[in-house]
DNA sequence: TTACGTGCAAAGTCTTTGCAACCAT
DNA sequence: ATGGTTGCAAAGACTTTGCACGTAA
């Protein structure tokens, strides 16, 4: 409670200092991405449907997209689709994605950081680490399959 | 010529030897993929469209998924939208995407090697190199902005 | 000859946009 | 009051699918 005070205080102040404003429609949307994990704006909008009368998709996509562009979420591809949402305070951390099996394994920010220290060294390239998203075959598959 | 020709006699063996045909839109499609690098559906039937009558947008589609199933050619995700196109052959390098102007760099497979190492032996994942691409922040961007 | 492959058109999925009504400030 | 926001519906981008005809083997 206290920490959910704390973190509704910064992201409203985060919005209203660069003349946006502060709506349930953007609250709701950002407590559904705190709340589900890597969620694809349906899922987004199915987490919220459940709390109000609902919010249109065409506004989660917007709010998405707000909320991106201020840094307070961020997004990466898991799949042939739809993009995921996470926190930005929560990212920090690639995706493995198992071409196989679909499973979803996360990698530290320190497995990756070699390669992005070699990446800034090399290109002068920044790596967007939350971004990140690494296609390949999981423990399992390379197991099964051969 | 000579390359040409033992090209495409390898591949032709591939598909025939899997019971699939030989046809002259299978032919163009993948001709295009090894001329434009990095090719979206909509680009690779523009490049066919020059030299034949054109082959259809949904059998461009079709023959890629079948290309890429096959393993002759590979894809990866470089902007938001459309997938880009490109010989197995010539993969092994991961693409380094600028989310400020949009350029597109390439990093070695050498430059990769010590992640997929980590990844191998932190998570037993095998990384797919030619499939990845890394979002952030170009030199020049970063000179740019702040 | 005979399946496999292609073209065409329609449908599907995901996302964006125009506009009038609405509401946070 | 007033300009940013929302909902709704229509449009847009990208991809898939059904079916009859065409063609590689």
Redesign the interface.
């Known amino acids: 409670m206290e920490q959910g005070q704390t973190r509704n205080r910064s992201w409203d102040q985060e919005l209203r200092s660069r003349g946006y404003r502060v709506t349930p429609q953007r609250q709701l949307v950002l407590e559904a991405v705190a709340a589900l994990h890597h969620a694809t704006p349906e899922e987004i909008a199915a987490n919220v449907q459940r709390t109000a009368k609902g919010v249109n998709i065409s506004t989660i996509y917007r709010t998405l997209e707000l909320l991106d562009s201020l840094g307070l979420v961020a997004h990466t ?1 898991l799949n042939h689709g739809a993009p995921t949402y996470h926190l930005a305070t929560e990212a920090g951390h690639a995706h ?1 994605v ?2 196989d099996c679909g499973k979803i ?1 996360e ?1 530290s920010r320190e ?2 950081a ?2 992005a220290q ?2 800034d060294e ?7 680490v939350s ?2 998203t ?6 399992e598959c ?1 197991a099964t399959d051969a």
Chains 1, 2 share one sequence.
């Open positions: 591809h493995l198992c071409q394994d990698a497995t990756i070699p390669l070699a990446l090399g290109h002068g390239f920044e790596t967007n971004h990140l690494i296609f390949g075959r999981c423990r390379r």
